[in-house]
């Protein structure tokens, strides 16, 4: 992606941090916030690609009714980002191709 | 099932908050859900939280949501955060999970307080990463004071549009454009009701004191915007629309996007209770009386979900559907609850005369109902717009037919984006009103769980009860 563009924070210095990883690369996070929040301010704002056609996408509602924030949290698929809240050591991945975890699908 | 209570409130905004303190105070076991980690609903989000300067940029109208926060502090009122309900039955047992480990309890009473989701907002282009709700840009400034990437754009209509672009600004941020893309026609609508509205004045004082420090700011506002286009390669990179006669191309690196607020009607369609349609709101509610009891014994309806009426009104509709409650319970008279009710009945009518004009006047604009043929309008499974046009022809005739054509509404959001946009399509289409052409039939789990969750319920006598998910 050509340009890395960051959500700010408003009080930038303050709050305990977190240190998480996204694919691999440090995310310094506050604690109490979402990964969804915490990937947005470090400038990851696409987490997945859509099972259908490949599309990037990122979160939409951070409300989660639309689960276009889904993520890989800790080897486990299709968490919600903006539910989530971040942990000291999180291991967060991009989630590519199929959805395994469908609506109802643990029937 | 172990865990019973008197009273199981589904959501800890206003609505559920305020019904908590009443039926709290009078001693009723009384279980809160609530999916997000702290109480306060979208409005208060993070109210228990929010640092002093947060709350100033948010406003007086946010900060006063702490004073909701005592009714959790009843020794009978246990408030379960980060628990999302999955499934509701008739017979009033709720499942919820909460961190991955997924219960249920059995309750006398349920009130529904689940509040509003932003309406669909279909366009190209809607779905780049960098274009989202301007309520989810609000979340983020409320649970952690962050600001969007610059250039920044709003784009749509609705009071909540003004609020958030006049909450940056207090916040420093001063946002790019405001695209509005109220149609021209709606004030001549509204007007009529609008002698009603002056009899609370108070939301028409606000919106225009709003729109007053935006202008004042120099926020360059482009009125009954149409044609929305989002570009980008992999993420938001521009807005192309047409406003004053003449194309426009603004560059941004986020795209806020709302388009006014609709109940959240999973649980109650889950259940199967009577919904009506709202010709002046655009949108369904569940059909409730005074006290928000539904088309069935046992559930009520409080707040937004109930029908859109703010924040300050989804509080008074808590508290009187908690005093219907009491008196089911037989803790207090039918005389008692009346004269208990009276102020708060007062209070709802007054809150609702500024309704119908502030609904006219923002009602959606006709391309984000029925949008061009290659718009996405089923975000999860990636159906167009012209892909419902097509099962119609094919002899598809309402929303659940839909499904079956092409997955439309079948994925993890089950509908939540794009079930008011498939069933005006089709209705426009078919030449039908929504009411005839109806809403999708929504099942359990209400959000996809998982087998492991599911396997972490504590089994006991009434294993057997166990809904198959
Ligand atoms: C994103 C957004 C931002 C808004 N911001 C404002 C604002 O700043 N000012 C304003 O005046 N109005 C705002 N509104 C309008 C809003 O509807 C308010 O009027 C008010 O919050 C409604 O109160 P309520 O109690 O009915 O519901 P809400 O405050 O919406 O509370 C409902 C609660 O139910 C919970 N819930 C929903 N489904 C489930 C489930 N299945 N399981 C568990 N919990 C669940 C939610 O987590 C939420 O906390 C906003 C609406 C939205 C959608
Ligand atoms: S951003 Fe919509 S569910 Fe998380």
């Not at chain 1, 259908?52 to 889904?70: E, I, K, N, Q, T």
């Not at chain 2, 915007?225 to 003449?246: I, P, R």
């Not at chain 2, 569940?286 to 029908?307: C, E, K, M, N, Y």
């Not at chain 2, 391309?367 to 097509?390: M, N």
Request: contains cysteine.
């Amino acid at each position: 992606m050509r340009n890395v563009l960051h959500f700010k924070r408003l009080d930038e210095a303050s709050g305990d941090t977190v240190e998480l990883t996204f694919e691999g690369e440090p995310v310094t996070a506050r604690a109490g916030e979402t990964v969804a929040a915490a990937l947005l301010a470090a400038g990851h704002i696409s987490g997945r690609q859509t099972p259908v056609s490949g599309s990037p996408r990122g979160p939409y509602c951070m409300m989660g009714a639309c689960f276009d924030c889904l993520v890989e949290i800790d080897g486990e698929a299709n968490r919600q980002g903006c539910m989530t809240q971040v942990r000291d050591g999180m291991v967060v991945r991009r989630m590519t191709g199929a959805r395994d975890v469908d609506r109802g699908s643990a029937a | 099932m172990s865990e019973r209570f008197d009273v199981a409130i589904i959501g800890a905004g206003p609505a559920g908050l305020a019904a908590a303190g009443v039926l709290g105070q009078a001693g009723c076991s009384v279980t809160l859900l609530d999916e997000q980690a702290e109480p306060g609903g979208q409005i208060y989000r993070g109210i228990g939280s929010a640092s002093g300067p947060r709350k100033s940029v948010l406003g007086a109208d946010y900060a006063a949501g702490a004073s909701l926060l005592p009714s959790l502090a009843h020794d009978s009122v246990t408030h379960i955060a980060g628990a999302t309900v999955w499934e509701v039955t008739p017979e009033r047992d709720i499942y919820y999970s909460q961190a991955g480990k997924a219960s249920g309890l059995k309750a006398e009473h349920v009130l529904v307080a689940t509040g509003a989701t932003e309406r669909p907002m279909p366009f190209p282009g809607w779905t780049l990463p960098g274009v989202m709700t301007a309520g989810a840009g609000q979340i983020l400034l409320k649970t952690a004071g962050m600001l969007p990437p610059s250039p920044c754009v709003l784009a749509g209509s609705g009071p909540l549009l003004f609020l958030i672009a006049a909450q940056y600004l207090a916040a420093g941020f001063k946002i790019d454009a405001i695209v509005e893309t109220t149609p021209r026609g709606n004030l001549a609508k509204a007007l009529p009701h609008l002698p009603g509205a002056l009899l609370n004045n108070k939301y028409l004082r606000k919106g225009l004191a709003m729109l007053a420090s935006l202008r004042k700011a120099g926020i360059p506002h482009y009125k009954a915007s149409t044609s929305l286009v989002a570009e980008g390669d992999g993420q938001v990179e521009a807005l192309k629309f047409t406003s004053g006669g003449k194309p426009h191309r603004l560059a941004c690196a986020s795209l806020l996007i709302h388009n006014g607020v609709v109940p959240n009607v999973q649980i109650s369609r889950s259940l199967n209770l009577d919904h009506a349609w709202d010709s002046l709101q655009h949108c369904w509610h569940p059909v409730t009386d005074a006290s928000g009891a539904t088309s069935l014994a046992g559930f009520r309806v409080a707040g937004d979900g109930g029908g859109i009426a703010g924040a300050e009104a989804a509080a008074h509709g808590g508290r009187l559907a908690a005093l219907a409650i009491l008196e089911d319970l037989g803790k207090i008279t039918g005389g008692e609850r009346q004269a208990r009710s009276s102020d708060d009945s007062a209070a709802l009518k007054w809150h609702g005369r500024a309704r119908p004009f502030l609904d006219a006047l923002y009602a959606p604009a006709r391309e984000f109902l029925e949008p061009a043929d290659s718009t996405i309008v089923c975000r999860c499974e990636e159906v167009t717009a012209g892909k419902i046009r097509e099962f119609v022809d094919l002899g598809c005739l309402g929303p659940n037919q839909a499904k079956s054509f092409g997955r439309a509404g079948m994925g993890p959001c089950q509908g939540r984006y794009c079930g008011l946009t498939v069933s005006s399509v089709i209705a426009a289409k078919l030449g039908k009103e929504m009411d005839e052409v109806g809403y999708y039939r929504i099942r359990p789990p209400l959000k996809p769980i998982t087998l492991r969750e599911l396997a972490s319920m504590d089994l006991d006598d009434d294993a057997d009860e166990r809904p198959a998910a």
